[in-house]
């Protein structure tokens, strides 16, 4: 319902003289290729025969045609919806899409939201190409400089240590394409249970007994057993308050990345955004398409770049999800400034309820990029003595040593120094 009401705003499709429908949806094919469908030269073959069998008189069942041939996952429907908006039913589609990429100047341009995968279909069909800018006219009294960067670092490795609220627009949408590559993993964790093993660490009586039955009482061969593993759940509980506005924008990215990935390791990825009130959104991680699931994220935590109650937030979380999601032995990454509102000794002892229901709990703050910071707020000198590791989360480096945190036990970060400031 939602596909065919925003075909209908969209005016008819004007064909050219001469046409090459098979040649368009070709170039139509690259774009979703590039927007992140998988569709191969069977694909393409396919649709060109199907347009070819179904017609061309009616939009709705061109529309459809290519969505059968093309969209094979639910999650790639929004992204399909776009790049065919954008290639074949605007006629001023380029300028709509450069306008898209560049930053718009308030009081000049009408100011819109981009829709779910709006943006990642225009970078789709633009890539590769630049706005017109006049050329640089050098001044008849300038002295061009040349310099030799051969040995600089690259961009992406600049990229990597860039404070997040530091970033441009281009820059934000090129972090965001290095945290999608980001992988979070994890050591499998020694279950009670055990399993029949030729290589085990203890003898299964039992399991020997019964053999030795079978050849009338005499115990021929010890039976072995070892523990069993399994994985851990990953628990994050994410600040989404006014001063971590940027910074949780980018660590939902992460999160999204983390909960996608095949094969991390993690038995399940639970997400809870927290301002004013705590927000469940797990289950909109499950939604391949980034930009659709952080849209939908946003739609159900009404409190986004709102006020701060950590420790309401918290005791609301180990009152009612607790038991749900921290009875494996999960991992917890806490990220918040600290910045709370409300009583330090409440957000105390819910931070001390919540470290003793994980295995390991983490907490990131964005704050600790600064080399003067010091725990003078109520809040941090009540939080730092319940969590296992400080670290701080301001950029993709100090995203990609979560990894190390959370592998090696003993690595607690800078709580050990901050401890010492907090020390009567």
């Not at 004007?14 to 069977?42: C, T």
């Not at 530091?166 to 934000?172: A, D, L, N």
């Not at 249970?193 to 020997?208: E, F, T």
Request: proline fraction near 5%; hydrophobic fraction near 40%.
């Amino acid at each position: 319902m939602f596909l065919a009401f925003n075909m209908t705003q969209l005016p008819d499709l004007d064909l050219p003289e001469v046409p090459k429908l098979s040649h368009n949806i070709i170039y139509f094919a690259r774009a979703l290729r590039k927007a992140g469908l998988a569709i191969g030269p069977g694909r393409v073959i396919d649709a060109i025969r199907a347009v070819e069998a179904a017609g061309f008189s009616r939009k709705e069942d061109f529309y459809w045609t290519l969505h059968a041939c093309f969209v094979s996952r639910p999650e790639q429907r929004a992204v399909f919806s776009q790049v065919f908006r954008l290639y074949w039913r605007d006629p001023r589609y380029l300028e709509h899409m450069m306008a898209m990429l560049l930053p718009s100047v308030r009081g000049v341009q009408d100011e819109r939201k981009a829709r779910a995968a709006e943006k990642r279909a225009a970078e789709a069909l633009l890539e590769g190409q630049q706005p017109d800018t006049p050329p640089d006219v050098p001044d008849a009294d300038e002295v061009k400089i040349e310099v030799d960067a051969s040995h600089t670092a690259s961009a992406e490795e600049k990229l990597r240590s860039l404070d997040f609220e530091q970033m441009s627009t281009e820059e934000i949408a090129a972090a965001k394409r290095m945290i999608a590559r980001l992988k979070l993993p994890v050591q499998p964790i020694r279950s009670r249970r055990v399993k029949p093993s030729l290589r085990g660490h203890a003898i299964d009586w039992r399991r020997s007994m019964r053999q030795s039955l079978r050849i009338g009482g005499e115990v021929q061969q010890l039976m072995l057993k070892q523990h069993r593993t399994r994985w851990p759940n990953l628990v994050v509980l994410c600040d989404i308050s006014g001063s971590m506005s940027q910074y949780s924008r980018m660590i939902l990215h992460f999160l999204h990345a983390v909960a996608n990935e095949k094969g991390a390791g993690w038995a399940r990825v639970h997400g809870f955004t927290f301002g004013t009130r705590l927000t469940n959104i797990t289950r909109h991680l499950g939604t391949r398409d980034v930009d659709q699931a952080l849209a939908l994220a946003g739609a159900e935590a009404q409190d986004w770049e709102g006020g701060t109650r950590i420790g309401d937030c918290l005791h609301r979380f180990n009152q009612d999800w607790s038991r749900r999601v921290l009875g494996q032995g999960a991992v917890v990454l806490l990220i918040t400034d600290g910045l709370d509102r409300g009583e330090p000794q409440a957000l105390g002892r819910a931070m001390e309820r919540l470290h003793l229901s994980s295995r390991r709990l983490i907490w990131i703050n964005p704050l600790l990029r600064w080399d003067g910071f010091a725990p003078r707020a109520q809040g941090i000198r009540a939080m730092l003595p319940h969590v296992d590791a400080f670290r701080a989360g301001h950029s993709i480096a100090s995203l990609e040593a979560l990894a190390e945190v959370i592998t090696d036990a003993r690595d607690h970060g800078e709580k050990a120094r901050l401890m010492q400031m907090i020390a009567p």
